[in-house]
C-alpha cells in the first residue's frame, strides 16, 4: 500500500503548489493604489486564485476564466479578453519555468534573474513592459499596462 501512496504524494506534489502572495494594484484614472493579499494553487491543468477576505474565485482552465462569487460563476473565454489571457499566461509560464509559451507575445530580455517581457502585436495595445525576478521563489512580478496602471505581486511564502 505504501508503495502505491508514495509516488501518489510525489507525482501530485510536482503538479500541485500553493503560494502566498500579496498584490498591490495602481489605478492611474483614480489615483488610488490597494493592497491584497491571497493565494495561487497551480495544478497541473489549472490556475486558482483567492484573496483573502473576499469571497470571490478565480479559476484559469483551458482558455477560460471562471470567476465565481458567492454562489454565482461567470465564464469568459480568454481568447476574447486578451489582458486577463495575458496575466495568467505570465503566471503559467513563471510557475513552470517555460518562457517558450510567451515568445508569440513577447520580446524576451534576460538579465541575470531579472526578466523583461517587451509586448508585440495585439498586446502591445495592453501592456507597456513585464517584469519578474525568480529565485526559488517567485521575488516579483510587475506589470505596466498601457494605461498606467500598475499590478506587482510578490510571494510571500
Known amino acids: 500500500m505504501l508503495r502505491f501512496f508514495l509516488p501518489l504524494v510525489l507525482i501530485t506534489s510536482l503538479f500541485s503548489q500553493t503560494i502566498n502572495f500579496k498584490e498591490e494594484k495602481y489605478i492611474e484614472a483614480l489615483e488610488t493604489q490597494t493592497k491584497k493579499f491571497g493565494t495561487i494553487e497551480f495544478k497541473e ?6 484573496y483573502k477576505n473576499s469571497d470571490e474565485t478565480l479559476l484559469f ?17 480568454l481568447n476574447r479578453d486578451m489582458p486577463k489571457k495575458i496575466y495568467f499566461s505570465v503566471l503559467e ?49 510587475i506589470i505596466h499596462m498601457l494605461n498606467n496602471d500598475r499590478i506587482k505581486i510578490e510571494q510571500i511564502n
Open 61 to 77: 482552465k483551458d482558455e477560460t476564466l471562471y470567476i465565481t462569487k458567492g454562489s454565482e460563476t461567470q465564464e469568459i473565454d
Open 93 to 141: 509560464a513563471i510557475y513552470l519555468d517555460d518562457l517558450s509559451n510567451l515568445e508569440l507575445y513577447f520580446e524576451i530580455e534576460k538579465n541575470n534573474n531579472l526578466i523583461t517581457l517587451k509586448p508585440k502585436s495585439v498586446v502591445a495595445n495592453y501592456v507597456k513592459e513585464i517584469k519578474f525576478k525568480k529565485t526559488s521563489k517567485l521575488d516579483f512580478l
Open 45 to 50: 491543468d489549472s490556475i486558482k486564485s483567492t
